[in-house]
């Protein structure tokens, strides 16, 4: 995938896209979005994929999924979040983040032994 973009960058072409100079962003985009391993739904079902979200993240991305405005809600407090769900903003436990260098996940990664985020 990476070499497809890249390659696609270079030449400037990905198939009918981009004008054949380099740096041809149009060409760049169509590799970045339309290439098979981009659009295929078999890296979805693979649990050694994708990131962890910190707790604090994962509640600002329900926030923002429900479109919480400031002008409704102006001031918004998230008090208490460290007892609630063990982490608040600006209050790591180290400089890392939330998850310890040897944090191990629950299901096949954990069973396989491999650290994560």
Not at 11 to 38: H, N, Q, R
Not at 55 to 71: F, N, S, T
Not at 93 to 107: C, H
Request: glycine share 10%; with cysteine.
């Amino acid at each position: 995938y990476i070499k497809e973009v890249a390659t696609a960058f270079r030449t400037g072409k990905y198939g009918d896209f981009g004008s054949g100079s380099c740096g041809d962003l149009a060409a760049t985009m169509a590799a970045v979005l339309l290439d098979p391993e981009a659009r295929s739904v078999t890296l979805d079902a693979d649990p050694f994929h994708g990131v962890l979200r910190e707790p604090i993240l994962k509640v600002l991305a329900v926030m923002r999924g429900m479109e919480i405005k400031h002008d409704l809600f102006p001031i918004l407090r998230l008090e208490g979040m460290n007892d609630k769900i063990g982490q608040m903003s600006h209050s790591f436990p180290t400089v890392f983040g939330f998850f310890l260098p040897e944090y191990m996940p629950d299901g096949r990664p954990g069973e396989a032994t491999l650290v994560a985020p």
